[in-house]
């Protein structure tokens, strides 16, 4: 899910991985403008100049004109998969492809672009209009400072970690324009900042094993007899993204096993993410590209996403499964798994241990300038058929928040194919 925020996401002193307790550093509002280092978005068709981009960028598709307008706010989107025909998925758009004035991060895939892109702006704490001029083609001292950081980022993880993404722009700007020099001994005294690891783990000695948490999981669910019987669901509600901007009406389509389709109708336009079990999309008023393909880490992570909304194969979904030593959320113990999808990437797992159910998902996708994470936390679990379903869950990705509850939902309906096909491009308002 996407909104058109950006949002401060590090916990603050004492938040001890509290859910929901983030502080706001500055909220966006209206429609989202993507943060694209030294880029312009190209229009449709072909033959236009650097030079005569415009404020409104237009994304660009050579076989079809898309005329999808971004205002002037200040946020980014970022969310997107891979086409579902029968054979082998379609190439997808690299982002030189896709964005005009592209001289460092190329040849890679633009939703993973955008993830790079969320990456910049929680590091900095900065968003679009803040290294971008009006002319979003023309370079700007910060864009071109950016481009130098990228490859300076890019040359201390070759030369001194064999090129795997140890350093990015968070190890040392941490919410900053400017990396601190000087120790703050108001921090060094101060109470203890949490940090949630997010490292690989092994399977830590006297952690339960992951099949016996899998297993009450599946029981505090309802049971594999129960999760078997429930085929599909239909949820409506509202989403409200971060810092309460005005509620949205929202839908949720789940067949199982691995069919999910959300579509907000956000006061600028209607918002849908689809995944049909191999491939998926988002299309929306406020994206660089009007339907873009998720790839990569982020397909992972729709995948995962679908199966756990009916969890029934959730012991298969993901591979390699291994647990940490138990933690807490909210002051109630968790215990903590963590497994590998198929593409490689992971995603750790959060179990109330009390009640054995899921209380919260991070899954990272990598992307050029590290791991991107995206967050969910899951609450007001309610039987749908003999099967507890969260009716709230919280969605945080490095651009924003959508809160989303549910206020009815119909257990083992018809739902028509087309709902998970690919989405027809938004129209904004």
């Not at 997010?198 to 899998?214: C, E, H, I, M, T």
């Not at 409506?236 to 993204?241: D, L, S």
């Not at 030593?325 to 797992?349: E, H, K």
């Amino acid at each position: 899910m996407w909104l058109v925020l950006v949002s401060d996401m590090r916990p603050r002193k004492g938040d001890n991985m509290q859910i929901g307790s983030r502080r706001m550093r500055f909220v966006v509002t209206g429609a989202t403008i993507v943060w694209l280092i030294g880029v312009a978005l190209v229009r449709g068709g072909t033959g236009m100049s650097t030079s005569a981009a415009a404020a409104s960028a237009i994304p660009s598709n050579k076989k079809a004109e898309r005329g999808t307008v971004l205002s002037d706010a200040c946020g980014r989107p970022g969310f997107v998969q891979a086409g579902a025909q029968a054979g082998p998925p379609p190439r997808p758009q690299m982002s030189e492809e896709a964005f005009k004035n592209v001289q460092v991060l190329k040849g890679i895939p633009v939703d993973e672009f955008m993830g790079a892109m969320g990456l910049f702006s929680a590091a900095l704490s900065m968003c679009c209009l803040e290294c971008h001029a009006p002319d979003w083609a023309a370079d700007t001292p910060r864009k071109r400072t950016a481009r130098k950081m990228v490859q300076m980022v890019e040359t201390i993880n070759r030369t001194n970690f064999t090129g795997r993404k140890v350093v990015s722009c968070w190890t040392c700007h941490r919410q900053s324009d400017r990396p601190q020099v000087t120790p703050s001994l108001d921090v060094v005294y101060g109470e203890p900042i949490y940090w949630a690891p997010d490292d690989l783990f092994q399977q830590a000695a006297g952690a339960p094993s992951p099949g016996q948490v899998l297993d009450k999981y599946i029981q505090a669910v309802g049971g594999a007899e129960r999760l078997a019987k429930l085929t599909s669901f239909v949820g409506k509600g509202k989403a409200t993204g971060y810092a309460g901007s005005f509620p949205s009406p929202a839908e949720i389509y789940v067949k199982a096993p691995n069919q999910r389709t959300t579509i907000i109708h956000t006061e600028v336009g209607t918002k849908t993410m689809t995944f049909d079990g191999r491939a998926g999309w988002l299309a929306s008023p406020v994206t660089p590209v009007p339907v873009m393909d998720l790839t990569g880490g982020e397909l992972d992570g729709a995948r995962l996403d679908a199966e756990l909304s009916i969890p029934g194969r959730v012991k298969q979904v993901l591979g390699q499964w291994r647990a940490s030593l138990p933690s807490d959320i909210a002051g109630r113990p968790v215990n903590v798994l963590q497994g590998t999808g198929a593409g490689g990437a992971v995603a750790t797992l959060y179990f109330d241990v009390e009640s054995g159910l899921l209380k919260r998902v991070v899954r990272y996708a990598n992307s050029a300038m590290g791991r991107v994470p995206t967050q969910i936390d899951f609450d007001d679990y309610r039987a749908v058929a003999g099967v507890k379903v969260p009716f709230r869950w919280s969605f945080a990705w490095v651009s924003g928040r959508d809160v989303v509850e549910l206020s009815e939902v119909q257990p083992n309906v018809a739902i028509d194919a087309a709902k998970f096909a690919k989405p027809a491009p938004a129209v904004p308002r």
